[in-house]
């Protein structure tokens, strides 16, 4: 802090200003855009991790700071028709989950969603050596062993079985997303 009372003597002694430094301010800029996107975007891809006997996966240390800032850790792990799960920071899910019940469920298709991703969600949260234990029965719907993707999707992570990632993925590149989506879910971002 500098102090201005020998400029102003009497009127501000007491007044001072704080110093900056640009390698504060960019330390600045760069914590205010963790916060604002979860700290994900830094590092979105996608990344090969190996599953411990207990069914823990390690998330990689680029993403923990941004989770533990962003949700203390705590976060919501459920299924996705494609066969994969899904992992959301807990306040994502939250905004999820109130449009998800939200819907009308008078169309089956919403059902069927509501049903999967509500019905399957759990809680999970990140051990002090940034750990998360997938429970068996979602494992075992991915069909996760040892070898396992888990892709950045910004907003939320997907959590694959090595080799029917590398199959979709290829799937996904000739097909070129022709398919349709019903008209009700065409402004649901999950």
């Given at each position: 802090?500098?102090?201005f009372?020998?400029?102003?003597p009497?009127?501000?002694d007491?007044?001072?200003?704080?110093?900056?430094?640009?390698?504060?301010?960019d330390e600045?800029?760069?914590?205010g855009?963790?916060?604002?996107t979860?700290?994900?975007?830094?590092?979105?891809?996608?990344?090969t991790?190996n599953?411990?006997?207990?069914?823990?996966?390690?998330?990689?240390?680029?993403?923990?700071?941004?989770?533990?800032?962003?949700?203390?850790?705590?976060?919501?792990?459920?299924i996705?028709?494609?066969g994969?799960?899904?992992?959301y920071?807990?306040?994502?899910?939250?905004?999820?989950e109130r449009?998800?019940?939200r819907?009308p469920?008078?169309?089956p298709?919403?059902?069927?969603?509501?049903?999967?991703?509500?019905?399957?969600?759990?809680?999970?949260?990140?051990?002090?050596?940034?750990?998360i234990?997938?429970p068996?029965?979602?494992?075992?719907f991915?069909?996760?062993?040892?070898?396992?993707?888990?892709a950045?999707?910004?907003?939320?992570?997907?959590i694959?079985?090595?080799?029917?990632?590398?199959?979709?993925?290829?799937?996904?590149?000739n097909?070129g997303?022709?398919?349709?989506?019903?008209?009700?879910?065409?402004n649901?971002?999950?």
């Amino acid at each position: 802090m500098r102090n201005f009372s020998r400029f102003f003597p009497n009127s501000l002694d007491a007044f001072s200003f704080p110093t900056y430094s640009v390698e504060k301010w960019d330390e600045v800029v760069e914590s205010g855009k963790k916060r604002i996107t979860g700290g994900f975007l830094s590092d979105s891809g996608g990344q090969t991790i190996n599953l411990d006997a207990k069914g823990r996966m390690a998330l990689p240390t680029g993403y923990r700071q941004g989770l533990i800032a962003r949700c203390e850790g705590r976060m919501v792990l459920t299924i996705h028709h494609d066969g994969c799960l899904l992992l959301y920071p807990a306040p994502e899910w939250e905004e999820i989950e109130r449009k998800l019940i939200r819907l009308p469920n008078q169309n089956p298709a919403v059902r069927r969603l509501q049903r999967m991703l509500l019905g399957h969600a759990t809680e999970v949260e990140m051990d002090s050596h940034g750990r998360i234990l997938l429970p068996s029965r979602l494992r075992e719907f991915a069909n996760l062993e040892k070898r396992v993707v888990l892709a950045n999707l910004v907003n939320k992570f997907e959590i694959w079985n090595e080799e029917a990632w590398a199959k979709d993925r290829e799937r996904w590149i000739n097909e070129g997303g022709t398919e349709s989506v019903p008209e009700v879910l065409d402004n649901l971002s999950i």
